[in-house]
T-cell receptor, first 114, second 112 residues
């Protein structure tokens, strides 16, 4: 199994630009999570989906952030417009729902907003 | 307000000795706890977990201890190896929820 695949690995953009991060979960997993890692806040959950439906988006910081999961094998996290304080590592993770399952993380996208 | 706290940003240990990583939580609804390990440029990977009905869980060199009254858990690594050098995240969930709340992490360095 290829694991959770995220793209791009690195993204450098200018303030005000739109940024789209992509994630392909592990085949067969039906829960998908977007996390953000910063020095100040550690790993914080932004949003998670179960069976392609958003369940909890309380961690999404602002309306500039949006996430979609059009099908079981693909999700996007979009930031529009981006700001320097959005600079962080964004992780996507997937799991099998129905219990206290372990998450499998992708390698992350390092986002730098200049 | 951090519900899961790892108050030591870093820890340095000599190879062969014990590493003890600590974690405190504030939410009494948390009933399942996990430790994840993260190497640079990689995503976190699951290490070990414990349910609130237990006070200890062991897996090879790794043991997690849970003290519910103190809302405290710790991860013991014995003996520590240089390959254990990584950032360790403590995480918790409540009531069967899939949502994990993570701490900020502790960077462990095991010196040869």
């Amino acid at each position: 199994d290829a694991g959770v695949i995220q793209s791009p690995r690195h993204e450098v953009t200018e303030m005000g630009q739109e940024v789209t991060l992509r994630c392909k979960p592990i085949s067969g997993h039906n829960s998908l999570f977007w996390y953000r890692q910063t020095m100040m806040r550690g790993l914080e959950l932004l949003i998670y989906f179960n069976n392609n439906v958003p369940i909890d988006d309380s961690g999404m910081p602002e309306d500039r952030f949006s996430a979609k999961m059009p099908n079981a094998s693909f999700s996007t996290l979009k930031i529009q417009p981006s700001e320097p304080r959005d600079s962080a590592v964004y992780f996507c993770a997937s799991s099998l729902s129905g219990g206290k399952e372990k998450l499998f993380f992708g390698s992350g996208t390092q986002l730098s907003v200049l | 307000d951090q519900q899961v706290k790892q108050n030591s940003p870093s820890l340095s240990v000599q190879e062969g000795r014990i590493s003890i990583l600590n974690c405190d939580y504030t939410n009494s609804m948390f009933d399942y706890f996990l430790w994840y390990k993260k190497y640079p440029a990689e995503g976190p990977t699951f290490l070990i977990s414990i349910s609130s009905i237990k006070d200890k869980n062991e897996d090879g060199r790794f043991t997690v201890f849970l003290n519910k009254s103190a809302k405290h858990l710790s991860l013991h690594i014995v003996p520590s190896q240089p390959g254990d050098s990584a950032v360790y995240f403590c995480a918790a969930s409540a009531g069967g929820s899939e949502k994990l709340v993570f701490g900020k992490g502790t960077k462990l360095t095991v010196n040869p």
